[in-house]
């Protein structure tokens, strides 16, 4: 079956970068679109990137644009998010989905915390 596990996170301070990464198996990675999302505390999930199967095409939330990258490698089974420029507003637990496969799908998550 799916499984999506994200690793990286961490403490930061503001302006500062992180780069995430999600190992997924159970399926055909590279023929899928993937996704980051992430949730703060008290609030609803919100996609943050995306990107399409092959990657040539990427697109982000507004709040994000300009400061973080979404890529893949298809050899490792691998979607990564750098972060750069990172700011408070971004602390959150970061998850990656695969929507075309596993929609309702979730794995742990990692916790990114941005605090002087």
């Known amino acids: 079956q799916v499984q999506l596990v994200e690793s990286g996170g961490g403490l930061v301070h503001p302006g500062g970068s992180l780069r995430l990464s999600c190992v997924a198996s159970g399926f055909t990675f590279s023929r899928y679109r993937m996704r980051w999302y992430r949730q703060a505390p008290g609030k609803g999930r919100e996609l943050v990137a995306d990107i399409t199967s092959a990657g040539g095409i990427t697109n982000y939330a507004d709040s994000v644009k300009g400061r973080f990258t979404i890529s893949r490698d298809n050899a490792k089974n691998t979607v990564y998010l750098q972060m750069n420029m990172l700011k408070p507003e971004d602390t959150a637990v970061y998850s990656c989905?695969?929507?075309?496969?596993?929609?309702?799908?979730w794995g742990q998550g990692t916790q990114v915390t941005v605090s002087s």
């Open positions: 989905n695969v929507p075309g496969y596993a929609p309702d799908y």
